[in-house]
C-alpha cells in the first residue's frame, strides 16, 4: 500500500499569505496525484489532478507540482474561502486508493 | 445536474448489517464506475470499494474484504453498498463519488461528483 504523508498538520496563515503544502508517497506515484479540499460539513472537492492540472472552475492561484514521491500544493494568496482541509490522494498503486491525512489551513 | 443521493446509515450494533444505497440522477449512470469513500468522525478520508459501469468489476480496501459488497442496479440508476459484520472502526459517513466524464473503467481514479454521505454508526 502507498501510504501518504501530509505536512504540515496544520498551517496558521493569514489572508493574502502563502501557503505550501507538502505530501510526500511512500513510494513512486509517477504524476498520478490528485489534491480535494474538504470544508467542513461539506463532500470533498476536487483541486488538482494528476500533479498539476487544475479542474474547472478552479482559481489559478491554486497550483500543484512535483512528481515520484514529493508533491507540492500552492495556494499563492489566501482568500477567506481557502481556509479548509486538504488531502492528497494518490491513483497510481492500486487497490487501495490512498488518501494522505491532511493539512487544515486555519486563520492565524 | 448532477445528484448522488446517499440513504441507509444508521445506528447498528457491533457485528450487524446494513445496506446503503446512492441514488444517482443528471447522468447516464451506466457510463460511469461508482466509488464509495469514507470518512471517521474527525479522520481523513479512506477509498472503501469501487464498482465498473457494468458492474463485473468490483474492488475492496483490505480492511472491508470479505464483509462489504459493492453492487449497481443500472435500471435504478443506483449503486449499494452492503455491509454485514460490523464494528465499531467502520463508524464513518459514506459518500459515494464519480468521475465528471464518462469511464465505465475504475480508472483514472478521479473523484469530482460527491453525495451528501450518510453517517453509519456502529455501536453498542
Known amino acids: 500500500e502507498t501510504v501518504l504523508t501530509q505536512s504540515p498538520a496544520t498551517l496558521s496563515l493569514s489572508p493574502g499569505d502563502r501557503a505550501t503544502l507538502s505530501c510526500r508517497a511512500s513510494q513512486s506515484v509517477g504524476g498520478n496525484l490528485l489534491w480535494y479540499q474538504q470544508k467542513p460539513g461539506q463532500a470533498p472537492r476536487l483541486l488538482i489532478y494528476?500533479?498539476?492540472n487544475r479542474f474547472t472552475g478552479i482559481p489559478a492561484r491554486f497550483s500543484g507540482s512535483g512528481s515520484g514521491t514529493d508533491f507540492t500544493l500552492t495556494i499563492s494568496s489566501l482568500e477567506p474561502e481557502d481556509f479548509a482541509v486538504y488531502y492528497c490522494?494518490?491513483?497510481?498503486?492500486?487497490?487501495?486508493?490512498?488518501f494522505g491525512p491532511g493539512t487544515k489551513v486555519e486563520v492565524k | 445536474e448532477v445528484q448522488l443521493l446517499e440513504s441507509g446509515g444508521g445506528l447498528v450494533q457491533p457485528g450487524g448489517s446494513l445496506r446503503l444505497s446512492c441514488a444517482a440522477s443528471?447522468?447516464?449512470?451506466?457510463?460511469?464506475?461508482m466509488n464509495w469513500v469514507r470518512q471517521s468522525p474527525g479522520k481523513g478520508l479512506e477509498w472503501v470499494s469501487s464498482?465498473?459501469?457494468?458492474?463485473?468489476?468490483?474492488y475492496y480496501t483490505d480492511s472491508v474484504k470479505g464483509r462489504f459488497t459493492i453492487s449497481r442496479d443500472n435500471s435504478k440508476n443506483t449503486v449499494y453498498l452492503q455491509m454485514n459484520s460490523l464494528r465499531a472502526e467502520d463508524t464513518a459517513v459514506y459518500y459515494c463519488?464519480?468521475?465528471?466524464?464518462?469511464?465505465?473503467?475504475?480508472?483514472?481514479?478521479?473523484?469530482?461528483?460527491w453525495g451528501q454521505g450518510t453517517l453509519v454508526t456502529v455501536s453498542s
Open positions: 490522494q494518490q491513483r497510481t498503486n492500486w487497490p487501495p486508493f490512498t
Open positions: 463519488a464519480k468521475r465528471d466524464v464518462p469511464t465505465t473503467a475504475i480508472q483514472p481514479f478521479i473523484l469530482v461528483d
Open positions: 443528471g447522468f447516464i449512470f451506466d457510463s460511469y464506475a
Open positions: 494528476d500533479t498539476s
Open positions: 464498482i465498473s459501469g457494468s458492474g463485473d468489476t468490483t
